[in-house]
């Protein structure tokens, strides 16, 4: 079993800046392909940026160039650095885990993750 703790949530104005940070509860490098997620109230959970299998990252469009997914694997943490933010990007956040190997095409794919952090919620004002 393995958990997830995020945190680094909060409220923003456009065009302002976050950084999430996600704590498992064992070593993930090289073991789990790992990713953040989002979900807005009444829309579906939507992959953000993960890491597949060979490290090799991926972004949805919509944060491509705004959004960074990083590890520091000494401390053992996952961050996603959230700049420019707008509106649209209000929602809860969510890190995500599961065992290697990982698909680069399943990288932004809920389903295709085992592990779920509880979410910080994040909140951009216009």
């Known amino acids: 079993q393995v958990q997830l703790v995020e945190s680094g949530g909060g409220s923003v104005q456009a065009g302002g800046s976050l950084r999430l940070s996600c704590a498992p509860s064992v070593y993930t490098y090289r073991r789990y392909c790992m990713g953040w997620f989002r979900q807005a109230p009444g829309k579906e959970r939507e992959g953000v940026a993960g890491?597949?299998?060979?490290?090799?990252?991926r972004y949805a469009p919509s944060v491509k160039g705004r959004f960074t997914i990083s590890q520091d694997n000494a401390k053992n943490t996952l961050y996603l650095e959230m700049n420019s933010l707008k509106p649209e990007d209000t929602a809860m956040y969510y890190c995500a885990a599961d065992p290697i190997p990982c698909l680069y095409d399943d990288t932004l794919v809920a389903a295709a993750y085992t592990y779920w952090g509880q979410g910080t919620q994040v909140t951009v004002s216009s």
């Open positions: 890491f597949d299998s060979d490290a090799r990252t």
